[in-house]
């Protein structure tokens, strides 16, 4: 039991659960604003009850709640099928300035392809900032319609109007990256790391063909040893292609893509590379079976 601790490193975007401004974390924000909780539309009574209890809804002295719909989906992105099935849910809580991005799954074993590292890069894509998010689901979903409300509620939160090419162009991101850890066999970690290194290049070097955005592209692949198809790569170098093109600031995406890189790298790096580490957990499942073997002899 131990080891299977070990093995599976809690999904969230951030470790420290303390607010960094040392305000009472139940205490309503009267600057900012109260949490927004956003619900699939096509959540039953008792999934939402479910929903509810996994965002801990009651916990806050007040909330806003909204709903999801197919709507919102073709509204926020384009050639969208407004008749979708909308599942996964979210609260999100507006941050000062500067506080950056924390994202949290609550419900991992329901939110079955997208990670927290992955939301938080189509957030910042889709230009949402400083904001603390939750997912959850009541089922086993993929988890890309949770995007979709985390644009609802963040303009509702913040009065802001998101762009609509962003918000589109970070759909796609979440879906290339999800195709690429499915189809080419990536760890979910290392997409996420592909991605926000591939983005932090084109923030600092403004890549002004697709040559370029595909130089760094095949760059970062190299960097990461991570060998796609053709057509898989071709994807990434469409999508990255788009971003750079996007209406955004990049110089204020550095240190927020930093905060993502050091996250991945906090949250796997070290586990990862450590192959002494590696190297007990298939000694010990081998003793384990061998062991095993011995009650039945």
């Known amino acids: 039991m131990l080891v ?14 303390t607010t960094p401004d040392n305000t009472t974390p139940n205490a309503i924000d009267e600057k900012l604003g109260v949490p927004i909780v956003v619900y699939g539309a096509n959540l039953s009574e008792a999934e939402k009850d479910s929903v509810k209890k996994s965002l801990k809804v009651n916990e806050n002295p007040e909330v806003e ?6 709507n919102d989906l073709a509204k926020y992105i384009k050639d969208s099928n407004a008749s979708s099935r909308m599942y996964s849910s979210a609260k999100i809580t507006r941050k000062d300035a500067g506080k950056g ?9 329901n939110i079955t392809q997208v990670t927290s590292e992955m939301y938080a890069n189509a957030m910042l894509t889709a230009g949402i900032e400083d904001a603390t998010v939750q997912v959850a689901a009541p089922k086993a979903v993929t988890g890309h319609s949770a995007l979709v409300g985390i644009y609802k509620a963040y303009e509702v939160t913040t009065g802001k ?20 850890a499915d189809s080419a066999g990536v760890d979910d970690a290392k997409v996420a790391e592909l991605l926000t290194e591939i983005k932090k290049q084109i923030a600092e070097r403004k890549p002004a063909t697709r040559e370029d955005v595909e130089k760094i592209v095949q760059e970062q692949l190299d960097k990461l040893e991570i060998n796609l198809s053709e057509q898989d790569r071709q994807l990434l170098v469409d999508l990255m292609d788009k971003i750079s093109n996007l209406d955004i600031d990049f110089s204020k995406w550095s240190e927020q893509l930093d905060d993502i890189s050091n996250t991945i790298q906090e949250k796997f790096g070290a586990l990862m590379e450590d192959e002494g580490f590696w190297t007990s957990v298939k000694n010990f499942f081998a003793d384990l079976k061998d062991t095993i073997s011995t009650w039945f002899n």
């Open 161 to 180: 109007t998101l762009d609509i090419e962003r918000t589109d162009v970070a759909n796609e991101e979440l879906s290339v990256a999800t195709t690429i």
């Open 65 to 70: 709640e909204i709903t999801v719909s197919g």
């Open 4 to 17: 299977f601790g070990v093995l599976a490193p809690t999904t969230g975007f951030a470790a420290d659960n």
């Open 101 to 109: 991005l924390v994202i949290e799954i609550v419900t991992p074993s």
